[in-house]
């Protein structure tokens, strides 16, 4: 079935952090996986910061996003309509939009869920009062321990 992937998730197969072989083996494996076309947006502004907190040099970074443009291709959303759903996601859970986004993506690609590296967005969408939106979150190591890898 398949995953959408969001940026703290993604950015995980450029950065070093603690849990990024797990997203490198969300990469490798064998699920669907699906990024919109903004996600590019976020992780090019994470890069940018990695350059600007001196953790990066310009030219890491633009590796870094030549890897994540060559990793998954991003889907088109201009004809998806997804901002009244994220809008209605993120008053009633009290988060960004900029992340609710992700949910309505997965919602309208009929994705199993949203893979994410994202404690407070978790937490956040435990409050959505329908109960299957809040389940469509799957955090990073949720997934690992499904296949066996955490």
């Excluded at 990073?140 to 955490?150: I, R």
Aim: glycine share 6%.
């Amino acid at each position: 079935m398949t995953l959408v992937v969001d940026a703290s998730v993604g950015l995980k197969w450029v950065l070093q952090e603690r849990d990024s072989h797990l997203a490198q083996s969300l990469a490798g494996g064998d699920e669907e996986l699906l990024v919109p076309d903004f996600w590019l947006n976020e992780a090019c502004n994470v890069l940018w910061l990695q350059v600007r907190k001196g953790i990066f040099t310009p030219e890491e970074a633009r590796e870094g996003l030549a890897l994540l443009r060559a990793q998954v291709e991003p889907t088109p959303t201009a004809n998806l309509d997804l901002h009244d759903v994220a809008l209605e996601i993120g008053i009633a859970t009290a988060h960004s939009t900029y992340d609710t986004l992700y949910l309505a993506f997965a919602i309208a690609m009929g994705a199993r869920g949203v893979v994410v590296s994202d404690k407070a967005f978790v937490s956040d969408m435990r409050r959505h009062p329908d109960p299957a939106l809040a389940v469509l979150l799957i955090p990073l190591e949720d997934w690992a321990k499904e296949k066996g890898l955490a």
